[in-house]
């Protein structure tokens, strides 16, 4: 069901790749509220990305590639998305992350500093860049929205998560930064702490299945999908939010403010049962 929230709006949305990615799902949310849109990732994800489907199922939304560790890309890409709309754009979703330490299965204590160097750049210093580019080329409209999407990995550490809690860290923080900076023009920036999701990227994680399985016991509304992320992105889009800026917004299904459920205690006092009868 539409609500018409982003009718007449315009923007770019970052990091969709193939049917799974939230980026994904936020496009076809966008779509259904009325947004037109910008489709970007980088040049490497034509190899195996599917965007030209996307685009259709989003009323021909213009594909542009752009590294988005590359100002010189980034330029380019606010530049044509003017052109395109003749004008300025009115949000911006950001939801781009990769590690290739973690890839590799390095070690926290053992990480590629070289490879942890291109981890941060690309999953928060490219926010930083975005916004700065879309600035420089006078993209951003007064009275934007900014969104990139987090992980509670910012506030607590998951060890399989290694530096990717430290790149989120500092997302949040930029995001923050970067809020207040464009509070004047009423530009908001946010950020959206979500549940882990079934994703190529999550996927990918060493431990992902456990990790994923823990936050749906944990979370009284258990795991929030893609759709429900979508949905919640688009209501940062719109106009309902515009005094909301800053802030970090943890959309989990309450993961992040309950300790322990019931139903994982009752899990971990089986086992623990069942391990203490092995020693006996």
Known sequence: M???????????????????????AIAEAAHREGAQFVLSNAPVTKRFGNLTKLSEITGNSPVIYADATSDEDL??????????????????????????????GLAYTELDYENMHKTLDISAISLHRVIRASLDTEALADGSSVVALSYIGAQRTFSKYSEMNDAKALLESIARTYGYNLGKRKIRVNTISQSPTITVAG????????????????????????????????????????????????????????GMSDELILVLAEALSKDEGNLG
């Not at 060493?206 to 759709?227: I, W």
């Open 2 to 24: 539409s609500y018409g929230l982003l009718k007449g709006k315009k923007g770019v949305i970052f990091g969709a790749m193939i049917e799974t990615s939230i980026a994904w």
């Open 75 to 104: 330029k380019t890409l606010f530049e044509e998305t003017k052109s395109h709309f003749g004008g300025q754009i009115d949000f911006i979703v950001h939801a781009i992350g990769q590690s290739i330490n973690i890839r590799k």
């Open 203 to 258: 996927q990918g994680l060493k431990g992902f299945d456990a990790m994923f399985e823990f936050a749906n016991r944990v979370s009284p509304l258990g795991n929030a999908d893609a759709a429900s992320c979508a949905d919640y992105t688009v209501s940062l889009l719109s106009d309902l939010t515009r005094m909301v800026t800053m802030q970090n917004l943890f959309h989990d299904g309450g993961f992040s403010s309950t």
